[in-house]
């Protein structure tokens, strides 16, 4: 089902210029739709950011002979995409508006997906990607500032920690980022609150800002110190370290070690670890665990100081790391035999069984995938039965204990009607390219599942639901089941989820997913024909028709503004 808004009208040059009349909006963007179903006849590629009006045109003007219907509608339900823009409009040339609606909308940098949502038109969608505006004029860089705060002693340090606030400023197209750094070759961090410092020592804190048209302030700095906090602490702090990695029967550590150290510090707290490879290395800040991949035997050590400048005495550990056995580089083998009764052409009657072997002379088969129709690789564990009638491609692939995968092969077949197997016990038959959930099309091929059901069939299973939570729980069950098989993704999972609460579904009266064809007014039923002979009357005391006893013969009544 389609909703369609209201439209807008759009003033400007020769337009209605009265006092309290709105003002246009700063740019309008028109899409325009006639006869084919498989694209708009026009539609803009790129936009500002700000305001803008969209118009949407589907009229004998824009070529419309045929009076079908087309929507424009903006996805609000693709992470990939923008999704803070509604717009979902319906038009034909037979509506009100003659089939041109516009509406207000206010863009933000990005892309937008639009398309149609009228059945069978689903190759009809693009995307509008929306640019910053201001033009390039703004040339001038940020203005930035820092300031340091913090309990000073008498020299002018920072007792126990110095917080550092940067601000900056743009007055052309605005602050887009502010980055800091810490000491003379620290890397560019994004600043996204106040940088706390309590380390003892020296330090230098650069900061820069750039704004959205690309100008980057000159980099600054502040310079300041950190004085530990007066305390009677004399006791260094206790260190200790571990190697870890994978090691042989002697204990040697194969292709790489990996040295973690820790330190704690009851009194004053831990200001600084370092350490050093070798007798003779030099001492460096550790600040993440040591990877040591130099075949040999190797001395790591290691020491701490805490914020009232104690040093801990100097530890050590003691490993060796030796080349790791020659692995296996080569994939597995992998081949595939397709069986089934075939008819003179060579399709197989009603279905084929797809058998995939897999091969390996070195570390072992470790897992076998195949992927039927260009869908998502599945785990092989059994033949695969193949029993859609049509023309199919499955494609293989295996990996073995050391990692290796092979590249996929593909066999093709065709399979042709028959009899003698049960076809797929699916709830309905729904081959529609991509996952609806209601009218909400998510956008995610509708892939056919383990059980030989596609996702639609599964979801949209003909139940009756009193209630939308319930029929959530079914969709959150349908989903968990194909993502543990592989069919889906989690962004996929999520894009379906969002689209079953869109949907309405289980909700008495709800508007989204369903549509009330007739509710007891004459409106209502004036949007129904009647074909043939006799008529229908409405009975307006209880909302109800029924045929008319004086024209003969009873004729049907149609619903044309669209087939379900």
């Not at 580089?329 to 069986?339: D, F, Q, R």
């Not at 009218?439 to 059980?451: A, E, F, K, L």
Request: hydrophobic letters at 30%; one cysteine or more.
């Amino acid at each position: 089902m389609v909703l369609g808004l209201t439209s807008t009208a759009a003033y400007g040059k020769g337009g209605d210029d009265r006092s309290g009349a709105r003002a246009a909006a700063d740019q309008v963007l028109t899409w325009t739709a006639g006869d084919p179903i498989d694209r708009y006849l026009s539609a803009p590629e790129t936009a500002v950011a700000g305001k803008a009006t969209i118009v949407f045109e589907n009229s004998t003007a824009t070529g419309n002979t045929t009076s079908m219907p087309h929507t424009l509608t903006f996805s609000v339900s693709d992470p990939e995409y923008n999704n803070d823009v509604q717009v979902n409009i319906l038009a034909n040339p037979g509506d009100s508006e003659g089939g041109k609606h516009s509406v207000e909308v206010t863009l933000t940098p990005g892309k937008y997906f639009y398309h149609c949502t009228i059945p069978g038109h689903g190759e009809m969608k693009g995307v509008l990607t929306v640019t910053e505006g201001g033009g390039g004029e703004d040339t001038e860089a940020p203005a930035t500032s820092a300031k340091v705060d913090g309990d000073r002693n008498g020299d002018g340090a920072y007792i126990g920690q110095a917080t550092v606030t940067v601000e900056a400023t743009d007055a052309g197209s605005g602050v887009d980022t502010v980055e800091y750094a810490l000491g003379a070759d620290g890397a560019w961090q994004p600043y996204t609150a106040p940088v706390v410092v309590s380390e003892v020592g020296d330090h230098t804190v650069r900061y820069r800002a750039t704004d959205k048209a690309g100008n980057t302030a000159e980099e600054k700095s502040v310079d300041f110190a950190v004085a530990a906090p007066p305390t009677d602490d004399e006791t260094p702090p206790e260190t200790s370290a571990t190697v870890s990695g994978e090691q042989d029967d002697d204990g040697a550590y194969l292709g790489m070690a990996t040295v973690t150290v820790t330190a704690s510090d009851t009194g004053s707290g831990v200001n600084t670890i370092e350490y050093a490879l070798g007798a003779d290395g030099e001492w460096k800040a550790y600040t993440a665990p040591v990877m040591v991949h130099e075949v040999g035997e190797h001395t790591v050590r290691y020491r701490a100081t805490d914020r009232s400048g104690n040093v801990a005495e100097e530890k050590s550990v003691q490993f060796t790391v030796i080349e790791p056995p020659s692995q296996d580089k080569t994939a597995p083998e992998t081949s595939v035999k397709v069986e089934g009764n075939k008819n003179s052409d060579g399709a197989f009657i009603t279905s084929a069984k797809v058998t995939v072997t897999a091969t390996d002379d070195d570390s072992g088969v470790d897992k076998v995938e195949y992927s039927l129709d260009g869908g998502p690789y599945l785990a092989y564990t059994a033949p695969v039965l193949v029993d859609r009638v049509g023309h199919h491609t499955v494609a293989h692939r295996a990996t073995d204990k050391a990692g290796n995968t092979s590249e996929a092969k593909r066999v093709s077949f065709t399979v042709a009607q028959g009899g003698g197997v049960p076809a797929p016990n699916c709830a309905e038959f729904d081959e529609r390219h991509t996952v609806f959930v209601g009218t909400v099309d998510t956008g995610v091929p509708n892939r056919i599942t383990r059980n030989r059901c596609t996702i639609n069939e599964l979801i949209e299973d003909e139940k009756d639901w009193s209630s939308h939570a319930l029929f959530l729980k079914h969709v959150t069950a349908v989903l968990d089941k194909l993502k543990t098989d592989g069919v889906i993704d989690q962004r996929e999972r999520k894009a379906i989820n969002q689209a079953a609460k869109q949907s309405g579904i289980g909700k008495p009266g709800q508007s989204e997913g369903y549509t009330k064809l007739f509710d007891g007014t004459a409106a209502s039923l004036a949007k129904w024909q009647h074909v043939g002979g006799g008529a229908f009357g409405l009975n307006e005391e209880e909302g109800s028709i029924t045929s008319s006893t004086t024209v003969g013969g009873m004729g049907m009544l149609w619903f044309p503004t669209r087939a379900y």
